[in-house]
């Protein structure tokens, strides 16, 4: 209990300090900022890193500084003792490491914040890593978590515009991305699925699970002798690797619709033979046979520079309601396919096409579902390496050539099987039957009498301003409610009395009116109108 208190109080006053520190480096210093958060959440341990690396993931809440120095979050943590891996070992698997592995090196190749990897040797031959998560690493972060949340109520009592940003919710999505990573069977059944896609493509591999060894704490797999992409920049072979990555994400993301969703150059490898390995599961993106479909659709139509189609896609993949103004859209579409059209052709980014395209309208409070910024992010992460390996590579030409063949993938993907001969025509042709059902099922709903739809659009602010004014009148009439109470109240000198002659009640009344009206006032002084 004591441990808990302190722990709490460590993240509580470490919270504080960084809002101080926000506050004070924002206007003097902001260039110091990230570079101070990243430490701060250092300082907390495994579980507030975690969360960070998490956080560099929300394109749509963090700038650009921010994400970097987050993604670059690592706990300078030694490795923990050898037999305590090993017990883990032995209690995971409820065998002696000797029976397990012809050999086991106690000597870790690595030691992370999460876990640490032990090469070995299966009786057959078979030259594996092995994977330990930390002792008591589940328990902590249970116990961080439950703590920040008690932590962020607090603050929102205190500072109630905090709500504004959903700091709970957000949380609670790092949460699960966080119990994710510390759990090895997910990682498994992420190599699993993987390996069901990338084991069908040529010159692409990836290490496999050595079944059946995977469990909550321990994850045995194939060890890769390759080399790291990295070491391939500049050299004669980098080229044809391009090629094959690019081939390898086009038959991901439009043809399997599940991709490797962290592909920066510490995650990939090569071999001498020229196949490329991918690693590190922890995190992989899905995506359905209809947002393949209108990926493909967008990619062609990014292309062909269409921003029409462009806007259809991503009303089809999520990024706006079937309800927008679209003009003002398309017209937007239209300044961004321009300014890119002007860059040279080997800084083209689709990657960065979709983001600004997603942003269109948006606001402050913008937020993407989970799994579009994953797809995203792994775009961006993608063209950068594809880059690095070669810095001519003309994408868009690329991607131009083979919009046909992308958009039969995405076709093929879909349940029917039936492929048109336009592009245009399947997309209103496939947008005809849903359209159809829709409108049915609405005349169902009301009793065979279509039903209609107004949309408005600039009223939001209006209807917001009102509903603040009927919160402010109600808490009025409560405030003026509970003084009339306490003047009725003091007028009889029936129960407890303090200070000699007030009667408690009337106390309690007055305090409550005066702690109402103090937050009326302060609403009020915020909005800066009477």
């Known amino acids: 209990m004591a441990g808990t208190v302190r722990r709490g109080g460590q993240i509580a006053w470490v919270g504080l300090t960084l809002g101080v520190a926000v506050l004070r480096l924002r206007r003097r210093r902001p260039e110091r900022l990230p570079a101070y958060v990243s430490a701060t959440l250092v300082g907390l341990g495994t579980t507030f890193v975690k969360l960070g690396q998490g956080l560099s993931l929300r394109w749509d809440l963090l700038p650009a500084p921010y994400r970097e120095a987050l993604s670059r979050l690592h706990s300078d943590v030694p490795a923990f003792p050898a037999d305590q891996a090993r017990h883990m070992v032995e209690q995971a698997f409820g065998a002696s490491v000797e029976e397990l592995f012809a050999s086991f090196d106690d000597h870790p190749l690595a030691a992370a914040s999460v876990a ?70 997910h990682e498994a059944q992420n190599m699993r699925r993987m390996a069901k896609v990338l084991d069908a493509l040529p010159g692409i591999t990836q290490p496999h699970v050595v079944e059946p060894y995977a469990t909550r704490d321990v994850l045995v797999q194939d060890r890769s002798h390759g080399t790291r992409l990295e070491a391939a920049y500049g050299t004669a072979a980098a080229p044809a690797l391009a090629r094959a990555l690019l081939g390898a994400y086009v038959h991901q993301l439009f043809g399997a619709g599940v991709f490797h969703a962290d592909p920066h150059p510490g995650n990939l490898f090569f071999f001498d033979d020229g196949r490329l390995c991918l690693h590190d599961f922890g995190s992989i993106g899905v995506l359905d046979p209809a947002s393949r479909l209108a990926l493909g659709g967008m990619v062609e139509a990014i292309a062909a520079d269409d921003a029409e189609g462009v806007l259809d896609a991503a009303i089809a993949m999520g990024f706006f309601p079937p309800q927008v103004d679209r003009r003002s859209h398309v017209r937007e579409i239209h300044l961004i396919l321009a300014e890119m059209a002007s860059r040279p052709l080997a800084q083209w ?60 993938i995405a076709e093929a993907s879909r349940p029917s099987g039936n492929r048109p001969l336009a592009m245009r025509l399947a997309r209103t042709a496939r947008q005809l039957p849903q359209i159809a059902t829709d409108l049915l099922r609405q005349a169902q709903l009301s009793d065979g009498r279509p039903a209609f739809s107004v949309h408005h659009h600039g009223l939001s602010s209006t209807q917001e301003a009102i509903a603040r004014t009927g919160n402010r009148l109600a808490l009025a009439l409560v405030t003026l409610g509970l003084y009339v109470s306490g003047a009725l109240l003091s007028l009889h000198s029936d129960g407890p009395q303090v200070f000699g002659h007030m009667p408690f009640l009337a106390m309690v009344a007055f305090a409550a009116a005066g702690l109402l009206s103090l937050r009326l006032v302060m609403a009020i002084a915020r909005s800066g109108h009477l």
């Open 116 to 185: 640490q990897i032990h090469p070995a040797r299966m009786h057959d031959g078979r030259d594996v890593v092995v994977k330990v998560t930390r002792p008591g690493i589940h328990a902590q972060v249970q116990a961080d978590l439950r703590l920040l949340r008690r932590t962020l109520r607090v603050a929102q009592w205190i500072w109630p515009p905090l709500k504004r940003h959903r700091p709970l919710e957000l949380v609670d999505e790092l949460g699960a991305f966080l119990r994710d990573e510390i759990d090895m069977r």
């Open 349 to 408: 980014s689709i990657a960065e096409a979709i983001w600004r395209v997603a942003r269109i309208g948006q606001g402050a409070g913008f937020r993407l579902p989970a799994h579009l910024l994953s797809l995203i992010r792994t775009l961006f992460l993608v063209e950068n390496t594809l880059r690095a390996l070669d810095p001519d590579l003309d994408l868009l030409g690329t991607l131009s050539a083979q919009a046909a063949a992308i958009a039969d």
